[in-house]
């Protein structure tokens, strides 16, 4: 017989030692998806702020698992104060892929002063879901997207240049090849592959991949 989310909760609220949290923290997170999530979303963000990246790791998974539910106490909660917590919180608002977290992401890829953030929230910008969005609407979203991922081109770290790859690839993919926005995409992808304007080998290889997909996608006949 499962244990009540109650239980669950309480195991990790009096875990008493790294290990104990990072145990309590996957068996929550592993029972989300279901009608026990209200409760198990409050705990799940206060784990986000601890010093363990194992439970934190757990944690945004449960929330992603739990899904649009978690955005807007993901969104209420935010500490602007503790780096690792927000570093967590984007990653779980890019994982969830709502449209409710595309403020925060665009603002945390262009003025966050953690790498990691930029990064999550550039993966996260290439990767919002356009349910329920129709013509101007959804055109607005993937130009808001797109200009963020544009600016990031420059960013001062590798990694989060790296990220701007996979999101624009990922956003691109939706798009059709006819599309401004798409070839917009591509030009800055374009950039990123060239030696003179991008130092880092990792990024250049990570870019023609992506132009070579888009590419040959649009040999296929268009977007996914």
């Not at 029972?31 to 702020?49: N, Y």
């Not at 603002?107 to 953690?114: E, P, T």
Request: hydrophobic residues 45%; glycine residues 10%; proline residues 3%.
């Amino acid at each position: 017989m499962m244990r009540p989310f109650q239980d669950l909760i309480a195991a990790v609220e009096q875990a008493d030692s790294s290990d104990a949290l990072l145990v309590a923290t996957e068996n929550l997170a592993g029972m989300t998806g279901g009608a026990g999530d209200a409760e198990a979303i409050d705990c799940l963000i206060r784990v986000l702020g601890f010093n363990n990246p194992g439970a934190s790791v757990a944690a945004v998974e449960g929330l992603i698992a739990i899904g649009t539910a978690a955005v807007q106490p993901l969104l209420a909660t935010l500490d602007e104060h503790n780096y690792g917590a927000r570093a967590w919180a984007v990653r779980a608002l890019a994982g969830i892929r709502d449209v409710r977290g595309l403020e925060l992401l665009e603002g945390a890829l262009g003025k966050d002063v953690g790498p990691s953030v930029r990064r999550a929230a550039a993966r996260g910008l290439g990767q919002l879901s356009h349910e329920g969005l129709q013509g101007e609407e959804r055109e607005r979203l993937n130009g808001r997207c797109l200009t963020a991922l544009e600016a990031a081109c420059r960013d001062g770290e590798w990694v989060v240049r790296y990220a701007v790859v996979v999101g624009l690839e990922s956003l691109a993919l939706t798009l059709s090849p006819e599309s401004d926005l798409r070839r917009r995409a591509q030009d800055s992808l374009s950039s990123l592959a060239k030696p003179c304007l991008e130092d880092t080998p990792v990024v250049r290889l990570r870019a023609e991949l992506a132009l070579r997909r888009l590419n040959e996608r649009a040999g296929d006949g268009g977007s996914r």
